[in-house]
């Protein structure tokens, strides 16, 4: 029976929030501003007109779905805990009855490294593919144990990996049975337009093929092998040709550590039927051409016509390109000094919709708006625009709408679609906004530049509350990653959205907070993006840090001797080597899982065999990386720190932080420690967050709150 709309339909495709027409500003707790809903995992169906989402409630995860022409939301799953179990890789089957997807792991939220004798913080660490009916009020149906399901485009069946290898099971139910045998380990799995034929990866460590299974057929084929790291599949849309990308295969000479090279890499067409592969494209020997580092990398693509299209830095910034598959020169689609993210293909592949950090507005390149760009020319059109923030399209299976997820600075993530040739997008699900979440309380962050001392523009976003007088505290927030930007609303990564949060609430308590996109970050070209002797090769991004600390300390409304910093992963590192380097300047840090001795990370290069011979600047980068460390100025650390981290931490690891306190104990520094047990690096937890989050506001406010 379908659902009744009194019970779980959600209003939406309203212009103007509801919630913030009727709230009041006012003071609020941390709960409360913390209580946003976060919307991710947005999908299209390959017909119709459907979408689907994963909308992620105080660390409930449930999935949703809407149709036209109404476009109303339904809940598709009960889910109720805050257990830490992702739901990702949502796929809808080409009738638009089924949303199949994973439940479990720790996609990205730990690089999927898990180190010897780890745990898991969630109840039930399997990770599994589930399925669920979208046109019936039915419960999930267990699939298999896997991960990386790819649905068939027949509909009747789900191809997945399980312990490196590749497995089928029924969408119907039944068994899952292994497809084949492949040495290495077997991912990237593409069936062919016409669900006939399966093109896998074989990753045999130091190089990897290009398979093809025919389930009538006990014989795998490869095409094109090589010494070579083949990976990204991606079929023409008549099944008779595959796309891919080629980088040489590990080995040979060793890599400088402390000089960028060139890295070649290059796209090639196989002929499905013969085997026989050519190159396309190939990236110029250039720093620019390296291979792309923003989200989806190359964003291969088949577009209409025979035309390629991928994503590269030659000009740059990180463009889309459009290239003959049969060779010959590429079209720059999307000319200009912005970076283009989140690509999606139309479903004729005759236009492609990404966002882009420009616009009208000036301050744009600190937003995401969204676009529509033709696959073999460069006529691309803003689809959205003004102060909110917009990410990750999807292009109906009709091509009559766009839909993404969309936030302003003050309303937190949640899905908008577009109907194309429309004036504006409707936003879906805003009545899931808690009806106390403080959305009229929120400030407006504001735009700020100043200079590192060698001359580098750097950007930054200011939090303050209105009214706030007298001298009061500052807080610098640092990013991770590094290739990340803050902006000036809610973020398109939830670790980030978190974070932007954070930075609201300690505004709201009287802080002045200003997160800063230091050099190694995205979103201003490519060469701020690989700055020479950053990181453990000479730590140049400090300076930005340094930078933003002491322009903060100049405002007629701060006092100087009460600025402090907090950030995480990346920026847990960059706040360490602030209070090493610099506690004249800043007075108190928090410090969430950050790395604090780069000559740790050099250690598993010495396993090298080539290099007992070949030691290439490995001496020198081991010196380098060491005065680049925070460990390195310990006797200059006076400012007390407060130390974050998961004890599961795949991402840096846990000795990171005990041996930090080893030493914070030898030197006489004031710290405190919160631990959370068996936690990741991106928290799974809403638990976690709320703990972390607390310890934050209280250690800043302990430390540098008051005068």
């Not at 992702?86 to 939220?109: K, P």
């Not at 045999?204 to 090589?226: E, K, N, V």
């Not at 085997?275 to 494209?281: L, S």
Request: glycine share 10%; hydrophobic share 40%; proline share 7%.
């Amino acid at each position: 029976m379908r659902r009744l709309l009194s019970l779980f339909s959600i209003v939406m495709l309203s212009p103007l929030s509801a919630l913030a027409q009727a709230a009041t500003p006012g003071p609020y707790t941390l709960r409360q501003i913390l209580s946003y809903p976060y919307a991710l995992e947005l999908v299209a169906a390959p017909t119709g007109a459907r979408i689907a989402w994963v909308l992620n409630e105080q660390g409930v995860r449930n999935i949703y779905e809407a149709h036209a022409p109404d476009w109303s939301a339904h809940r598709l799953t009960r889910y109720t805990a805050d257990d830490g179990l992702e739901l990702t890789q949502l796929a809808i089957t080409s009738d638009g009855q089924t949303v199949v997807y994973v439940r479990g792991g720790d996609h990205d939220a730990n690089w999927e490294v898990t180190p010897p004798g780890a745990t898991s913080p969630v109840a039930q660490p399997k990770v599994e593919i589930w399925a669920v009916r979208t046109d019936v009020d039915s419960a999930p149906r267990l699939l298999a144990e896997g991960d990386e399901p790819a649905v068939s485009p027949r509909g009747d069946r789900v191809a997945f990996v399980r312990s490196g290898q590749a497995f089928a099971v029924p969408l119907a139910g039944g068994d899952a049975k292994q497809l084949f045998y492949a040495r290495g380990k077997t991912g990237g799995l593409r069936w062919s337009p016409d669900g006939s034929r399966l093109a896998f990866v074989s990753n045999r460590g130091d190089h990897s093929f290009i398979g093809l299974f025919t389930p009538d057929s006990t014989t795998l084929r490869w095409l094109a092998p090589s010494t070579t790291q083949d990976s990204e599949i991606r079929w023409s849309p008549d099944g008779k040709a595959i796309a891919f990308i080629r980088v040489p295969g590990q080995g040979g000479s060793p890599l400088p550590f402390l000089v960028d090279v060139p890295q070649p890499w290059a796209i090639w067409v196989a002929d499905v039927a013969s085997g026989a592969a050519h190159a396309v494209w190939r990236a110029p020997a250039t720093l620019r051409g390296n291979f792309p580092e923003t989200a989806g990398d190359a964003n291969l693509a088949w577009g209409a016509n025979g035309r390629i299209i991928f994503l590269c830095d030659i000009d740059g910034w990180p463009h889309l390109y459009s290239a003959p598959a049969a060779g010959g020169a590429p079209t720059l689609l999307t000319p200009g000094s912005f970076m283009v993210e989140h690509v999606a293909m139309s479903p004729d592949q005759r236009f492609i919709v990404y966002s882009a950090n420009t616009g009208a507005d000036p301050n744009d390149d600190d937003r995401r708006h969204i676009f529509r760009v033709s696959t073999d020319r460069a006529d691309a059109a803003a689809l959205t625009k003004g102060e909110g923030v917009e990410w990750t399209p999807v292009v109906t299976g009709d091509a009559k709408s766009v839909a993404f997820i969309s936030a302003t600075p003050k309303r937190p993530p949640i899905p908008a679609v577009l109907a194309l040739g429309a004036p504006a997008p409707g936003v879906l699900a805003e009545d899931r906004i808690p009806k106390d979440f403080p959305l009229a309380s929120l400030v407006t962050p504001r735009k700020v530049t100043f200079k590192a001392p060698d001359g580098t523009l750097i950007h930054g976003q200011l939090f303050q509350k209105d009214g706030l007088t007298g001298k009061n505290a500052a807080v610098v927030f640092i990013h991770g990653g590094p290739p990340r930007q803050m902006l000036l609303g809610w973020h398109y990564m939830d670790y980030y959205s978190n974070a932007y949060a954070m930075n609201q609430y300690l505004a709201s308590r009287g802080f002045v907070v200003m997160t800063v996109n230091y050099r190694l970050g995205i979103g201003y070209g490519h060469d701020f993006h690989h700055p020479p002797h950053a990181g453990p090769w000479g730590a140049a991004e400090y300076q930005d840090v340094l930078a933003a600390g002491r322009w903060l300390a100049a405002q007629p409304n701060v006092d100087a001797k009460r600025v402090g910093l907090w950030g995480g992963s990346y920026g847990g590192y960059l706040g360490a080597l602030a209070l090493a380097r610099n506690s004249d300047v800043f007075a108190a840090d928090v410090d969430l899982h950050g790395v604090h001795d780069w000559v740790a990370d050099l250690r598993e290069y010495l396993s090298y065999p080539t290099w007992q011979y070949q030691r290439g600047d490995l001496d020198s980068a081991r010196a380098v990386a060491w005065r680049s460390s925070p460990v390195a100025d310990i006797a200059t650390w006076k400012s007390p720190v407060l130390l974050i981290q998961g004890d599961d931490d795949g991402n840096v690891y846990f000795s990171e932080m005990v041996g930090l306190v080893r030493r914070l104990d030898a030197a006489g520094v004031k710290y405190e420690q919160l631990v959370l047990p068996d936690e990741i690096h991106g928290f799974l937890l809403h638990r976690s967050w709320m703990t972390a989050d607390s310890a934050t506001s209280a250690w800043l406010t302990k430390t540098i709150g008051r005068p």
